[in-house]
């Protein structure tokens, strides 16, 4: 049961360029989420899927975009890469069942991402 | 709009004493409310959960917290610390309608042998 599968786990891209970050989950999960950390400002929330063929906006949107292609994937893609997106980012599923049982997020092992 | 915000960036205290974190959410709807902890160099954690039932929620190493809905707090609370308790520590709100998840700014707590 691999859980959370993150990639890459470190990038390093040029003010300008554009990159997907993947993400998939083999726990059945309705809800995917991507996250980044930042120090001193916890995690922030860029954009989230409730379920399969829906996204919505988090808190920090802006110079992202996010696919959820299937239950399974959901990626999230930097069309032009600014320094300000050096961060390290964070997929997470959970099972949002409403009722609380197992309910938890599941965390990729993370993106150290560098934009130069 | 949903936010989270707790309220002390920085906690340092000595073994044995008590804790609590606070921890205020704006939302009008019902929510679904969490503690994480981030031990450094390791992932996030779940402390504890409410959903729904008792307001006081008891937790993993010997954590709880009070959902209090007239004030929307969720505070964390210690009887008495360990150095192992040493870590970050995150709120996060979930909106039970929308499954938008979102975190408070983190609290450090450095626990002195």
């Known amino acids: 049961n691999a859980g959370v599968t993150q990639t890459p786990k470190f990038q390093v891209l040029k003010t300008g360029q554009s990159m997907t970050l993947q993400c998939a989950q083999d726990?059945?999960?309705?809800?995917m989420y991507w996250y980044r950390q930042d120090p001193g400002m916890g995690l922030r929330l860029i954009y989230y899927s409730a379920s399969e063929g829906t996204t919505d906006k988090g808190e920090v949107p802006n110079g992202y975009n996010v696919s959820r292609l299937n239950k399974r994937e959901f990626s999230l893609r930097l069309e032009s890469a600014a320094p300000s997106q050096t961060s390290v980012y964070f997929c997470?599923?959970?099972?949002?069942?409403?009722?609380?049982?197992?309910?938890?997020?599941?965390f990729g092992s993370g993106t150290q991402l560098s934009v130069l | 709009a949903q936010s989270v915000s707790q309220h002390n960036h920085h906690v340092i205290l000595s073994e044995a004493a008590s804790l609590e974190l606070g921890c205020n959410y704006s939302?009008?709807?019902?929510?679904?409310l969490f503690w994480y902890v981030q031990y450094p160099g390791q992932h996030l954690q779940l402390l504890l959960k409410y959903f729904s039932g008792d307001p006081l929620v008891k937790g993993i190493k010997g954590f709880e917290a009070e959902f209090i809905k007239s004030k929307f707090s969720f505070n964390l609370r210690k009887p008495s610390v360990q150095w192992s308790d040493t870590a970050e520590y995150f709120c996060?709100?979930?909106?039970?309608?929308?499954?938008?998840?979102?975190f408070g700014q983190g609290t450090t707590l450095q626990v002195k042998p």
């Open positions: 726990m059945n999960h309705n809800s």
């Open positions: 939302y009008g709807g019902t929510v679904n």
């Open positions: 996060a709100v979930r909106s039970s309608n929308t499954g938008k998840l979102i």
């Open positions: 997470a599923s959970s099972p949002l069942t409403g009722t609380g049982n197992n309910e938890k997020l599941f």
